[in-house]
C-alpha cells in the first residue's frame, strides 16, 4: 500500500511541476493541456522505472536469509523514491517548459 502511495506522489509530482511551468508563463487553455499531457508522460515514464527497480529489488532480496539486510534494501528503495519523485518534478516542468516556447 506504502508502495503505490509513493508511485502517485511520483506520477502526480510530474504533473504538478509541469502545471507549475504553465502557470508560471501565463499559459492559455492549450498550454495547460500540452502541461498536462507532459506531466503525464514524464510520470508513467517515472512510475515504470520504479516498479522496474522494485521488481529487480524484490529479485534480490528474495534470496536473502537476513532480514535485516533485506529491510535495508527496501528503505534504500524507499528513500530513493523521494529523490525520484523531486526528479519527476523538475524533469515535468522542463519538459512543458519545452512545450511552452514550441507553443508560442
Do not use: D
Given at each position: 500500500?506504502l508502495?503505490?502511495?509513493?508511485?502517485?506522489?511520483?506520477?502526480?509530482a510530474?504533473?504538478?511541476?509541469?502545471?507549475?511551468?504553465?502557470?508560471?508563463?501565463?499559459?492559455?487553455?492549450?498550454?495547460y493541456?500540452?502541461?498536462?499531457?507532459?506531466?503525464?508522460?514524464?510520470?508513467?515514464c517515472?512510475?515504470?522505472?520504479?516498479?522496474?527497480?522494485?521488481?529487480?529489488?524484490?529479485?534480490?532480496?528474495?534470496?536473502?536469509?537476513?532480514?535485516?539486510?533485506?529491510?535495508?534494501y527496501?528503505?534504500?528503495?524507499?528513500?530513493?523514491t523521494?529523490?525520484?519523485?523531486?526528479?519527476?518534478?523538475i524533469t515535468?516542468?522542463?519538459?512543458?517548459?519545452?512545450f511552452?516556447?514550441?507553443e508560442?
Amino acid at each position: 500500500m506504502l508502495w503505490t502511495l509513493l508511485l502517485s506522489i511520483c506520477f502526480l509530482a510530474a504533473i504538478a511541476g509541469a502545471v507549475n511551468s504553465a502557470e508560471a508563463v501565463q499559459a492559455n487553455w492549450i498550454g495547460y493541456i500540452l502541461a498536462i499531457i507532459a506531466g503525464s508522460a514524464v510520470g508513467t515514464c517515472c512510475v515504470w522505472v520504479l516498479t522496474r527497480i522494485a521488481n529487480k529489488v524484490e529479485a534480490t532480496t528474495s534470496s536473502l536469509s537476513s532480514t535485516r539486510v533485506r529491510e535495508r534494501y527496501l528503505g534504500a528503495l524507499y528513500i530513493s523514491t523521494a529523490f525520484w519523485m523531486a526528479l519527476a518534478a523538475i524533469t515535468g516542468e522542463w519538459l512543458a517548459t519545452a512545450f511552452m516556447r514550441l507553443e508560442k
